[in-house]
């Protein structure tokens, strides 16, 4: 399976993540006749997100958070009752992962406890694994892109760079695979109306299929080649026992 990107890597680290939705119920009323009757939910809300920017500086430079206020009440002359928020949280493996959502919970709950709210928390149906990497495969997919012709950033850049989430994480953790990146012909950023255009012109279609020949070309090595699918076995075993010994150290 292959990204979208505005370069070609045979891997990047593609990270953790979880996601939350928040809750908060108060109590609706009159907000210049009685606000002393109501209990302010978009003000629990103001101050969760407040909590958690604060947080941040103690937020390693790998984590990342970002979330909206979905809904926040309904005429500003009532009191809301009721407000909602949505967040993703990320971070380099499953373990980090649990200290930030847990550090994450603290400032919901504070933000509740401040303003006499009940909160919710409730977590997405699944989490999203970071990817384990498998060199073994991705250098040969590398050997059979180079043969068509893609042109691979560094190891360094691969090691330095960041990327986003996918559910492709939680697949690495059962069978070895790879994840790479592929560019399309414009140095426009994923997920902006620029970058929705450059992927449905031709030239785009051109490295998409050069991409999806490398992948090809890549599963008939795996199968033929005995001493590839050893070494892809040999680091994905590796790899696993890495995370585990890391999860039992924490």
Known sequence: MAHPSQENAAYLPDVAEHDMTVKYHGK???AAAYPWEGVNALDAAVLAYSNLSVLRQQM?????VHGIIKNGGVKPNIIPSYSELIYYFRAPSMRELAVLTKKAEDCFKAAALATGCTVEIKGGAHDYYNV???KSLWKAYIENGEKLGIEFISEDAVSN?????????????VVPGIHPYFYIGSEALNHTEQY????????????????AKALAMTALDVIFKPELLEGIREDFKLKLQEEEFLNRAE
């Open 60 to 64: 390693k430079p790998t984590w990342r």
């Open 28 to 30: 609706a009323s009159h």
């Open 196 to 211: 929705t255009e450059a992927a449905g012109s031709q030239e785009a279609q051109f490295y998409a299929l050069r991409t």
């Open 132 to 134: 384990l990497p498998n």
């Open 161 to 173: 760079g960041s990327s986003g989430s996918t559910d492709f994480g939680n697949v690495s953790f």
